[in-house]
Every structure is written in structure tokens, then in C-alpha cells.
């Protein structure tokens, strides 16, 4: 069938696709419940039942399980990531519920990321029509990726490594732009410890924290380089009990954003080499550059250009995005496997109380990644190596 009449037929199925989004929408599932991501789980996996697919469920103690799906059992991996978990905690359905209104549909997490699902949903339906004997797609679902994905992201890693490509399903940017570089992001806390006393009485007894704190910031500023596209924020600090006493603590929350792993090696440096001024103070630094930046390659720029050639078939001209955001992707890209992002749906208001979905971009959209996935298929795209 011509791409273009495959869409055609997709948009027809409008009405399932939003039952089934439905579904997933109103299981709820925040990063730090367990119960709820697992019966999201669960009820996947009873919907995807209906495909010749291998569900295994990644067990956690803490968090959500993680979920994959396998179609096909050739050597050519072709791994497409999602996840289970949203940044909405239970109850907010009530405030929030599932609504459609014209072209939009609205709820937890639609776009971020539960209208992927229905994307592969017919993605499976329609790869049953591919010659799948060299390929096997497989469908990660991680549980904690709103949370920097602590567990989850060895999964990922061990899943792009043995990938030919990675395809991620986070939402496009809100014009519909794919993700072809994400910055990596960090998380630094300085505490200072000083020492009490009376600011009238004795403050030559006391070593005050803030201001000891004050001086470090003024050390941390200098470190953003705009022309590389790192960035700090000091963005939380704490510190002091009373305005007339000379405080003994303080700390301050830093987040850090880098384009370049060059630069995130800098900036882990940079803040393991700071020193007190005070030496009656002491500093504890904590935090690292936990999320690797997804750096633009030449394999990432073949992939973009090779989904504008098929996004053209289906009338529209795609564009390509470096957002400070990180996903799942960044991880993915730390193994060398070409990686993708920004495939899913799109709309706008990610993680807040507007959150919507274009419900049009669930046919566009899957159609564009099947359309990529059967061109890899039918072009031999990746050549006999295996990763
Ligand atoms: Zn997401």
C-alpha cells in the first residue's frame, strides 16, 4: 500500500485510537508509584496480547517494572523507547480528566508519552504485512523515566548496544519537530557546614555558612559557556535559623545543562576542585552530570534526513529540534547506536495541567515511523553488519 493511503486509513481509526489512549490515559501512572505504573503494565501487555509478540516484564523493587515487547526474532535489532511513568501523582484524573474537544485530546501524560502507545498499537498491526526474517523490533518501556531513569537506563543501554538504530517515541517538539540532539543534564548540592554564634555578642566565635555559600555561587556563575550551550541555574537555597544568629548551615541545589561531554567533564571537575575560603567552614559536594547529552552525529543526520524524504510522501516537511530536555535517548546515544528522538506524537503543555494531543498526529505520526521502519526493511539499510 502507498504511504500516502496508509495514512488515509489510519485517520479512519480515529475512534479506536482514542478508546485505547483512553485506557492508558486513565491508568495512572506517576514515576514514584509502583502499584500504578504496574497495573499500567499489566494492562499493556493484555492489549498487545493480541500481536505475535514476546512481553517480558523487568522486574523492580522499588519502582515500576519496566516492560519490552518483542516482534520478529531476526539478528537486526530495531529498538524502539517509551516509558510506563508520567510526571502526574494519583488523583490528578479528577482535575484533569481524559477529554476530547476537535482536533484535541486532553489528559495525564497524552503526549508525554501514553499516545505512543497507541502509534505502535497500529505500528504492530500494520508490520504483519513486512517480511520481518533478519529484523526483530523491540518496544522498551521503561518505568522511571520522568525521574532521570536511575534503574532504568541500564536497560536502555544494554538494549541500544545490541541495536542497529534506536527510534524514540517522546513527543515531537510542539511544532512537530523531530530531536536530533538533547542536552545532558546534571544535579550539584553544595552544603557548607559552619559555626553558631551570637551576631552581637560573639560573631568572631562563628563561621557563617551563607556567606561561605554566597562565595561558592560567585565561583559557580563563571562556569556557564553559552557558546557551548552550558548553562547553570542555582536554583534552591536553604540555610539560617534567625537573622541574629550566625548560621551553621547552608546548601544550594544546582541544575546543570551541556551539549558536549567534553563539557560535562569540565563541569564535574570544576566543581570537585572548589575549595572553602573560609577555612573554618567545611564544603560537601555532591552530584554529578547524571544524564549524558545526546550529541548530533553524521548516522543521526542520515536518519533525520532519510525520515524527511518519507515525511514528504505523507506531505509534510519535517524539522529538527536540540531541545535542554533530556530522555531516555540520551542514554541510548551514550552506546554509539544511531538513536532518533522526538518520533512520537505531539501537541503541547507537557507536564502541566494542559497537557494536549493533536489527535491528527497519531495517524501522521505512525505512519512516518512505519513508513521508517519498512524502509530499513526493504533498503537493507543497516548492510550485513550486526551490531
Ligand atoms: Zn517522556
Known amino acids: 500500500m502507498e504511504l500516502f493511503d496508509l495514512l488515509a486509513r489510519l485517520h479512519s481509526k480515529r475512534e479506536e485510537s482514542l478508546r485505547l489512549l483512553q485506557g492508558f490515559v486513565e491508568l495512572e501512572s506517576f514515576s514514584h508509584d509502583k502499584a500504578g505504573v504496574d497495573q ?36 537486526k535489532q530495531i529498538l524502539l523507547i517509551g516509558h510506563l511513568d508520567t510526571v502526574y501523582p494519583r488523583g490528578t484524573l479528577e482535575r484533569m480528566p481524559f477529554q476530547v474537544d476537535g482536533n484535541q485530546a486532553k489528559g495525564p501524560g497524552v ?42 537506563k541500564k536497560i536502555v543501554k544494554e538494549e541500544a548496544a545490541r541495536s542497529q538504530v534506536v527510534l524514540v517515541l517522546e513527543p515531537a517538539t510542539d511544532r512537530g519537530a523531530l530531536k536530533t540532539a538533547r542536552k545532558g543534564s546534571g544535579k550539584f548540592t553544595l552544603e557548607v557546614k559552619g559555626i553558631s554564634a551570637h551576631a552581637g555578642l560573639n560573631p568572631e566565635d562563628g563561621a557563617n555558612a551563607i556567606e561561605e555559600l554566597a562565595y561558592q555561587i560567585t565561583k559557580i556563575v563563571p562556569l556557564a559557556d553559552h557558546s557551548k550551550g552550558t548553562t547553570l541555574n542555582t536554583g534552591e537555597i536553604s540555610g539560617g535559623q534567625l537573622f541574629n544568629v550566625v548560621p551553621n548551615y547552608g546548601s544550594a541545589i544546582i541544575d546543570v545543562r551541556v551539549s558536549e561531554l567534553s563539557e560535562a567533564v569540565r563541569i564535574e571537575t570544576a566543581f570537585r ?7 573554618r567552614t567545611q564544603l560537601h559536594i555532591t552530584g554529578s552530570v547524571y544524564r549524558p547529552p545526546l550529541v548530533k552525529t553524521e548516522e543521526t543526520n542520515q536518519l533525520f534526513q532519510l525520515t524527511q524524504e518519507i515525511g514528504r510522501l505523507l506531505g509534510i516537511e519535517l524539522e529538527e529540534a536540540m531541545v535542554g530536555g533530556g530522555s531516555d535517548g540520551n542514554f541510548a546515544a551514550e552506546t554509539g547506536t544511531p538513536v532518533l528522538d522526538g518520533l512520537g506524537v505531539f501537541g503541547g503543555g507537557a ?26 526493511i526493504q533498503r537493507d539499510y543497516f548492510g550485513g553488519d550486526v551490531r
Not at 508490520?127 to 522498551?140: E, G, M, P, R, T
Not at 495517524?363 to 512505519?370: I, K, N, P, Q, S
Open 40 to 75: 499500567l503494565g499489566k494492562h499493556l501487555v493484555e492489549v498487545f496480547s493480541s500481536f505475535p509478540v514476546q512481553a517480558e516484564c523487568i522486574k523492580e523493587e522499588t519502582v515500576g517494572n519496566h516492560l519490552r515487547f518483542q516482534l520478529g526474532e531476526g539478528k
Open 111 to 152: 503526549i508525554d508519552i501514553k499516545g505512543s502507545y497507541v502509534m505502535v498499537y497500529h505500528l504492530f498491526e500494520l508490520i504483519a504485512d513486512l517480511d520481518l526474517d533478519d529484523y526483530q523490533i523491540v518496544w522498551l518501556l521503561t518505568s522511571d523515566e520522568e525521574i532521570g531513569s536511575p534503574n532504568g
Open 273 to 279: 576542585e572548589l575549595t572553602v575560603r573560609n577555612p
Open 351 to 376: 507536564h502541566s495541567p494542559e497537557e494536549f494531543l493533536w489527535i491528527d498526529s497519531l495517524a501522521e505520526r505512525t505512519a512516518l515511523l512505519y513508513g521508517l521502519i519498512s524502509t530499513f
